[in-house]
């Protein structure tokens, strides 16, 4: 492996925070100085049985009697109970769950990066590129910093995430709404959210990198001209995006299958 130029590429971090479903995410920008953190994986659990899963997803619930501004304590004790790996917890420590989890689905619904929403998680090491003969190449070790997130992701139970989705729905409109949203559906501009990310090719092969004065482009233009938010979810590497993906399409279906 060789590193040597600097370079800004971002990356991003898809977990469900807020009704435990979707996609919850941090752009971070680096630096290339030095070698990737290593990360060992986690155990995936092991999922529940078709049927067993489709009753949890359609049994009703009722919704939560609260305020928005009293939910992030509520939130937070529902979501421990949604998986068994502890960093999920230390990740939802931050404030205004809700509210950030609607401002940050709602950029991915329309491509962008919901920088500003979401800080509580940067991957060990940086992110590195490797130089060929004369272009660059994402250094595939880099996506070993995001197998905690994907990991994590992967292991949320995806029945318990659609029942708080539900219970906490009216919370989340209500946050939609003081977005600037009176008239729209939250629940549509999620649905939108998670197809941008099912969008993201998984490519197998080296992803090649253009130099710029200070940054680095994707020498496929189809790739370069994928949304923010999906070259965020590229740059994780096609095992990462294959596991995303995978609970995504759950979480959809989950979502459609309304009691």
Do not use: C
């Amino acid at each position: 492996m060789e590193e040597k130029k600097k370079v800004i590429l971002t990356g991003i971090v898809f977990i469900l925070v807020v009704a435990a479903v979707i996609i919850v995410y941090y752009l971070v920008t680096h630096k290339q100085t030095q070698e990737p953190t290593e990360v060992a994986d986690i155990v995936e659990e092991k999922p529940l049985e078709k049927a067993e899963q489709e009753k949890i997803e359609s049994e009703p619930v009722e919704p939560i009697d609260i305020t928005l501004e009293e939910s992030d304590g509520v939130l937070r004790g529902f979501l421990e109970n949604i998986t068994s790996d502890p960093r999920f917890t230390g990740w939802m420590r931050m404030d205004h769950l809700i509210k950030n989890f609607v401002a940050a689905v709602d950029n991915i619904a329309h491509g962008l990066s919901p920088r500003k929403q979401i800080n509580f998680f940067e991957p060990e090491g940086e992110f590195l590129v490797e130089k060929k003969e004369d272009y660059y190449i994402i250094d595939r070790d880099t996506y070993k910093r995001y197998n905690p997130v994907a990991n994590v992701f992967s292991s949320i139970d995806t029945g318990k995430s659609v029942q708080l989705y539900r219970r906490f729905r009216s919370l989340i409109q209500e946050a939609y709404e003081e977005l600037g949203y009176p008239d729209v559906n939250f629940d549509e501009t999620l649905e939108r959210a998670i197809k941008e990310l099912l969008d993201v090719p998984l490519i197998e092969e080296d992803i090649v990198l253009m130099s710029k004065v200070k940054s680095f482009e994707l020498q496929d233009p189809e790739l370069e001209n994928l949304s923010q938010a999906q070259k965020h979810l590229l740059r994780m590497g096609p095992d990462n995006i294959r596991k995303i993906q995978s609970k995504l399409r759950e979480l959809l279906a989950g979502f459609k299958n309304k009691p």
